[in-house]
């Protein structure tokens, strides 16, 4: 069982800043990547941003790219979504996921957290 618990969102104002965190635990895997998607309401999921395994390589959703930034802890059992310079429109739940194995093919999901940016 593998679970993920994300933390950190919450009411900011325009250009505000935020700092998401996804805590993984459980099941351990000989590697895995991690990526952060959202869902604004009335919208599809879609993605935000993405880590692999060893770090080295790290991708982006036109939309958040120069504003976004992932990165994971030494001992890679939280990764983070530090998010600048926001705007109403990135309004959403967001969601962190695991990929074991396979980069891109995600099965395991955290609840979200909410972020709301006011105009």
């Known amino acids: 069982q593998v679970q993920l618990v994300e933390s950190g969102g919450g009411l900011v104002a325009t250009g505000g800043s935020l700092r998401l965190s996804c805590t993984v635990s459980?099941?351990?895997?000989?590697?895995?990547?991690m990526g952060w998607f959202r869902r604004a309401p009335g919208k599809e999921r879609e993605f935000v941003a993405a880590l692999n395994w060893t770090g080295d390589n790290t991708y982006y959703a036109n939309a958040v790219k120069g504003r976004f930034t992932i990165s994971r802890d030494s001992a890679k059992t939280s990764v983070y979504l530090k998010m600048d310079t926001l705007r109403p429109e990135d309004t959403a739940v967001y969601y962190c996921?695991?990929?074991?194995?396979?980069?891109?093919?995600?099965?395991?999901w955290g609840q979200g957290t909410q972020v709301t940016v006011s105009s």
């Open positions: 459980g099941r351990a895997f000989d590697s895995f990547h």
């Open positions: 996921a695991l990929a074991p194995g396979r980069f891109g093919q995600y099965l395991y």
